[in-house]
């Protein structure tokens, strides 16, 4: 190494060098690099040894490495990049993030050095967090209106949960009532109206971007396993009815057809230039 150049120690986790009063100390053992609060806040870590008078802060490096290889494939909420090993306590809930991200993206956390707990929840699931009220004070109606069919029935709105696609392959969102027959125009008017009120509430109390957010975080995340082929069945049949409730299926198969005829003449073309070259050469 040169004289007077400096190695910058980064932090495995969250591949950031400065140590600031949210990520705690930067150390090192081994290969591994880390800030304390990175390795406090990892979901699926735990320190075993005396943190005082370890490098690491009390943590194993073949842990540490295990929860790198596990981050890898868990993409951050707020900045989208992979590597979010600092997972959303509440069980249902699909939220990493990389700890500066999430204080960033005003996560909640809860400390109990002595019983070794160290727990951070997501903005959505805070349970210190208060209900959104109105500028009058009031909570907004947030109830499912009511449909026009006699069939129809009402409901509270899931609140901030992601959209969902059901099983025939419709995208809606939690609360919104789905047409029950398309060829019915009366269903599908109520529908499209109810699903705009649905919308407009949300955008009234600041979760649509929420939502979204979230629903990208979790495609990103659905996507990178595929593209690895460590899905599960259940993830592979929601990416692909994601692609055919986006109508970009067709153009994607058709696409793929192009390819392989582009593919084809160009090996073609090959074929034709070896024979030629073989002929010259009289082999």
């Given at each position: 190494?040169?004289?007077?150049?400096?190695y910058?120690?980064?932090?495995?986790?969250?591949?950031?060098?400065?140590?600031?009063?949210?990520?705690?100390?930067?150390?090192?053992?081994?290969s591994?690099?880390?800030?304390r609060?990175?390795?406090?806040?990892?979901s699926?870590?735990?320190?075993?040894?005396?943190?005082?008078?370890?490098?690491?802060?009390?943590?194993?490096v073949?842990?540490?490495?295990k929860?790198?290889?596990?981050?890898?494939?868990?993409?951050?909420?707020?900045?989208?990049?992979?590597?979010?090993?600092?997972?959303?306590?509440?069980?249902?809930?699909?939220?990493?993030?990389?700890?500066?991200?999430?204080?960033?993206?005003?996560?909640?956390?809860?400390?109990?050095?002595?019983?070794?707990?160290?727990?951070?929840?997501?903005k959505?699931h805070?349970?210190?967090?208060?209900?959104?009220?109105?500028?009058?004070?009031?909570?907004?109606?947030?109830?499912?209106?009511?449909?026009?069919?006699?069939?129809?029935?009402?409901g509270?709105?899931?609140?901030?949960?992601?959209?969902?696609?059901?099983?025939?392959?419709?995208?809606?969102?939690?609360?919104?009532?789905?047409?029950?027959?398309?060829?019915?125009?009366?269903?599908?008017?109520?529908?499209?109206?109810?699903?705009?009120?649905?919308?407009?509430?949300?955008?009234?109390?600041?979760?649509?971007?929420?939502i979204?957010?979230?629903?990208?975080?979790?495609?990103?995340?659905?996507?990178?396993?595929?593209?690895?082929?460590?899905?599960?069945?259940?993830?592979?049949?929601?990416?692909?009815?994601?692609?055919?409730?986006?109508?970009?299926?067709?153009?994607?198969?058709?696409?793929?057809?192009?390819?392989?005829?582009k593919?084809?003449?160009?090996?073609?073309?090959k074929?034709?230039?070896l024979?030629?070259?073989?002929?010259?050469?009289?082999v």
């Amino acid at each position: 190494m040169a004289s007077g150049s400096h190695y910058k120690i980064i932090c495995a986790l969250c591949k950031k060098s400065d140590e600031t009063k949210i990520t705690g100390p930067l150390s090192s053992k081994g290969s591994i690099s880390a800030h304390r609060n990175c390795l406090l806040f990892a979901s699926g870590i735990y320190c075993k040894k005396s943190p005082i008078f370890d490098d690491l802060f009390g943590f194993e490096v073949e842990d540490v490495k295990k929860e790198l290889k596990r981050g890898r494939r868990l993409s951050c909420h707020l900045c989208k990049k992979i590597g979010a090993t600092a997972g959303c306590d509440v069980r249902r809930c699909k939220r990493s993030y990389h700890y500066p991200c999430a204080i960033e993206g005003h996560a909640r956390t809860t400390e109990d050095p002595s019983k070794g707990r160290y727990v951070l929840f997501c903005k959505l699931h805070d349970p210190e967090s208060k209900k959104p009220r109105s500028a009058g004070g009031k909570r907004p109606d947030l109830k499912r209106p009511e449909r026009r069919d006699s069939n129809s029935s009402t409901g509270s709105s899931q609140g901030r949960e992601s959209p969902v696609v059901l099983d025939s392959g419709v995208s809606t969102s939690p609360g919104c009532p789905v047409a029950a027959d398309a060829s019915d125009v009366s269903n599908t008017m109520n529908f499209q109206s109810s699903a705009a009120l649905f919308w407009s509430r949300c955008n009234e109390v600041g979760w649509t971007k929420e939502i979204f957010s979230d629903l990208v975080s979790q495609l990103n995340s659905v996507g990178e396993r595929v593209q690895s082929k460590e899905a599960s069945q259940q993830e592979y049949d929601v990416a692909l009815k994601v692609l055919g409730v986006s109508g970009q299926l067709p153009c994607i198969v058709s696409q793929l057809e192009q390819d392989l005829e582009k593919e084809e003449q160009d090996l073609q073309r090959k074929k034709a230039t070896l024979r030629h070259a073989k002929a010259v050469l009289g082999v």
